[in-house]
């Protein structure tokens, strides 16, 4: 009996032993694995930003010219209502319906305004999200990641390469795509 238990443990030893070879192998083998915010990166890098003060240079006088014209539609909607009891009913009518046209006339040229702004920040958008990618690439080949995500729900700050694809993006050449 004591010879059936001394065979048994050596085979599970023997066992323990050939899995533990096994497992060593991938163990050794860790994974590298890296986290960019991409949010963080649309909103911090310079090219991003670049392309907001593009955006604002851009659009900037019209959207002033915009409230200008707000401004001038709500003293002339004040002064009617002031001079309404003073008015011909007919000339009130007339101003009313002035009014009523520029206020139309004002919220289609802002809805314009928006859709342009919209497009022109996705064109723009797009361009810096194209570069991040490259430089998000290069990093992932230099430096031998074996994944790079960028939507989680929660990553450490040892996965987090952020600031790394931010200060490449900063340095590389504005102009080319």
Do not use: C, H, W
């Not at 949010?39 to 240079?57: G, H, N």
């Not at 851009?58 to 200008?68: A, I, P, Q």
């Not at 990641?145 to 989680?152: A, G, P, S, T």
């Amino acid at each position: 009996m004591k010879t059936m238990s001394v065979r048994g443990l050596a085979r599970a030893g023997l066992l323990v032993a050939a899995a533990g070879a096994m497992v060593a192998p991938v163990a050794a083998q860790e994974l590298k694995i890296g986290y960019v915010n991409s949010e963080r990166v649309l909103r911090d890098a310079a090219p991003a930003k670049a392309a907001q003060t593009k955006l604002e240079a851009e659009f900037g006088k019209r959207d002033r010219e915009l409230n200008d014209q707000a401004q001038k539609l709500k003293a002339a909607a004040e002064k009617l209502e002031k001079d309404a009891p003073t008015l011909a009913e007919a000339e009130r009518t007339r101003r009313q319906r002035d009014l009523l046209e520029q206020d139309r006339d004002l919220q289609r040229k802002r809805r314009e305004f928006q859709e342009d702004l919209q497009q022109r920040k996705n064109e723009e958008l797009a361009g810096v999200v194209e570069r991040a990618n490259r430089v998000i690439k290069q990093i992932f080949e230099t430096e031998k990641y074996d994944l790079i995500l960028q939507e989680v729900v929660f990553a450490g700050a040892r996965v987090d390469i952020t600031d790394k694809v931010i200060k490449a993006l900063n340095a590389a050449p504005t102009g080319g795509k």
